[in-house]
């Protein structure tokens, strides 16, 4: 709760108490997974990422409509929107150096 108390009230991207997280730095391939009714990762957040990230580094992205931030771990087609495709993305990268 700490970590998002922190993020709302300083509207940073930000590492539990360790301070701003430098996201140019990263040069790791990235998953940007969203959905159109999260509460929790608004689209303003989820371009804020997005827009801190390196572009070369954004190798896959989705939208789900009408999930909210806690469907992509509970909702009951999790497996079949999520899961699969994510497997099928960390396998193209498996051995791939950073």
Known sequence: MAHYAQGIRD???AKYDYGCSCLEALGINT??????????ATSTDV???RSGLPSDT???????????HLDFTWAQNANDLVY???LVQLDKYTGVGY
């Open 11 to 13: 509207d940073t991207f």
């Open 31 to 40: 998953l940007v997974r969203a959905s159109t009714l999260d509460t929790f």
């Open 47 to 49: 371009e804020q990422l």
């Open 58 to 68: 954004i190798v896959y992205e989705q939208t789900i409509d009408a999930f909210s």
């Open 84 to 86: 699969q495709d994510m």
